[in-house]
């Protein structure tokens, strides 16, 4: 509302959207992790804000 009243709705909107993205990866991340306790984890995570879970 007040990103709205102020003129910064399109900031607040992409805030918004890479907050769900960052959280999405966040949950992701932690569920690969409880499925390898017994392994190393890492995220690849490249320019293109694609990224993927592997273990070593």
Sequence with gaps: MIAHATG???A???VDAFSL???SMS???YNYNKA???SKVYIDLN???TYSF???
Excluded: P
């Design 27 to 29: 949950n992701r991340l």
């Design 12 to 14: 607040g909107t992409l």
């Design 8 to 10: 910064h709705e399109i």
């Design 54 to 56: 592997h273990t070593f």
């Design 47 to 49: 320019y293109t804000s």
């Design 36 to 38: 390898h306790k017994h």
């Design 21 to 23: 993205a960052a959280t």
